[in-house]
Every structure is written in structure tokens, then in C-alpha cells.
């Protein structure tokens, strides 16, 4: 909703929309400067669990006969 200083002095809505495009453009490199420095591939917790049988199948593990 305008407000009257809105309706009054049109430059206040350019000036809100030029702030927004700045604060995404910000937000975008942001997330591009993150994403660069992350790996391409990236663990999760299913795969942790295939290490440990018994944990990852549901299934006891088995035992060595001694």
C-alpha cells in the first residue's frame, strides 16, 4: 500500500525498487561466492551409514568366529 509520501514524490517508489534490485544482486553474489568454495560432492548421512552394516542395512553385523 502507497504511502502518502509515496503518492506524493514518485522518485520514493524508483528509489525502493533501485534498493531491492541492489539487495538481490548482493544476496546473488553472496551465494555465488559461497557456492564456489564448497566441493562438488558432499556426504550424507545414508552414506555414513553403509560403512557400518550393522547400522546401515538393519541387519546385525556379522561375526568372526574366533
Not at 534490485?21 to 557456492?35: F, G, K, L, S
Amino acid at each position: 500500500m502507497n504511502t502518502m509520501n509515496e503518492l506524493l514524490n514518485p522518485d520514493l517508489i524508483d528509489l525502493k525498487i533501485a534498493v531491492r534490485h541492489a539487495e538481490a544482486a548482493a544476496w546473488r553474489q553472496a551465494r555465488e561466492a559461497t557456492a564456489a568454495g564448497k566441493p562438488e560432492r558432499s556426504w550424507n548421512f545414508a552414506a555414513v551409514l553403509q560403512h557400518f552394516p550393522s547400522l546401515g542395512s538393519g541387519r546385525p553385523a556379522p561375526t568372526k568366529a574366533i
